[in-house]
């Protein structure tokens, strides 16, 4: 149990270190070579439970893996059509979809997701 507890925390500092919405996977790609004990399958379950107990927030991306994000509150994402890093974009003013819903056909809603595509600046080379 007290090892569990010791991973967990090197995971999610780890987690938090990392700043552009990484997957499951990328997270325990940066703690792999440093912890080796510490499994992939550690590393999914830890950061899905994180995100289900909502200490972190999990971002859903079409045709590509879930992504977590430190940041809980809502904001909207960015994502590169070349590379696939997700980024956070200012858009205070987008009004919150949920609030314009007029006919949910029957649904109970749970959620709505709203999600820029572009190129990042490093993938058009204009930046890093
Ligand atoms: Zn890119
Ligand atoms: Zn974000």
Known sequence: MKRQ???????MENFFSMKDHPTA??????????????????????????????EIARVEVQNG?????????????????VCGRVDDV??????????????????DITGCSVMFSGVCSRCAGTGK
């Open 5 to 11: 507890t010791v991973q967990r925390q090197v995971i």
């Open 25 to 54: 996977e990328q997270v325990y790609q940066q703690i792999h070579t440093k912890y080796a004990a510490i499994s992939k399958s550690t590393v999914y379950r830890v950061l899905q439970q994180a995100a289900e107990d909502g």
């Open 65 to 81: 893996p879930d992504r977590y994000d430190l940041r809980r509150s809502p904001h909207y994402h960015i994502r590169c059509s």
């Open 90 to 107: 200012k858009a205070d003013r987008l009004p919150d979809p949920m609030k314009f819903l007029d006919d949910a056909g029957g649904y």
